[in-house]
């Protein structure tokens, strides 16, 4: 059987598949129930590898946010872990990479309420450890001007925001550009995306879409190309990385 067809059986995607079986990404006992099935495993044999899927040790941590984290979303958090490179685009709001703790509180109780908020908070904040461990993600961003000039929060919020975006921009794996109205019509107007490498050449690069209740995985070859020569042509259009800190301090000073 295929790691495509097994994926389309599985109802997951052939990089979440693929990672389970290298043991990038651990697996639930339920999934291993469906799987089990799929390969007609039965029996004792079945029931060891569900004991195994139970007890497992090695858990990423955002398997312990769990509660807050949606399914579909705690898969998107799994691969931005493991990736070596991450290219993004966002019209409305900041990058949770890039995301003080006051302004990822204001979008949560904004867009989600009160429920779990100070745990999803957390966990924005935990995820930004890609950008500063041994070997840190590559990140490059192309932000909307709007970004900058919606006051998400109220000013006190917004201008650390902005002040946290320079300092961030500053590490030496950080590229963050911004587009200005002035760039006018872009090829990205209705598709915030993210983009993510990984440095095993074997893993295929995967485009990450989502709303408020799902994301989508994109891992065919010509959806990332297609991306990918997106995300370049943004790059072009927006300010240079230092014209757009300059941007960005303007910015920050409107709010002060």
């Not at 079945?46 to 984290?69: F, H, K, P, T």
Request: with cysteine; proline share 4%; aromatic share 6%.
């Amino acid at each position: 059987m295929t790691l495509d067809v097994a994926a389309r059986q599985l109802d997951m995607s052939k990089s979440n598949l693929s990672r389970i079986e290298t043991a990038q990404i651990g697996i639930k006992p339920r999934d291993v129930r469906a799987a089990l099935a799929l390969y007609q495993v039965t029996g004792a044999d079945a029931e060891a590898l569900i004991e195994i899927a139970r007890g497992a040790q090695q858990r990423g941590w955002w398997q312990n946010y769990s509660d807050v984290l949606p399914e579909w979303f705690e898969f998107y958090v799994g691969l931005e872990a493991e990736a070596a490179a991450l290219r993004t685009y966002e019209a409305e709001s900041v990058p949770g990479l890039l995301q003080t703790e006051a302004y990822a509180r204001a979008i949560f109780r904004r867009t989600a309420g009160e429920d779990g908020l100070e745990r999803k908070v957390a966990a924005r904040l935990r995820r930004q450890e890609v950008l500063r461990r041994d070997e840190p993600v590559q990140l490059s961003v192309v932000l909307n001007e709007a970004v900058l000039l919606r006051p998400v929060g109220g000013p006190t919020v917004m201008a650390e925001q902005l002040v946290h975006m320079n300092q961030i921009a500053q590490l030496p794996n950080v590229t963050i550009q911004v587009l200005p109205f002035a760039a006018g019509e872009h090829p990205a107007m209705t598709t915030p995306y993210v983009i993510l490498n990984f440095a095993d050449a074997a893993d295929a690069s995967v485009v990450y879409l989502d709303n408020l209740t799902m994301g989508l995985a994109l891992e065919d070859a010509d959806h990332v190309l297609g991306y990918s020569l997106l995300h370049e042509e943004l790059c072009r259009m927006a300010l240079d990385p230092g014209a757009s800190l300059t941007h960005l301090k303007e910015a920050s000073r409107n709010f002060a």
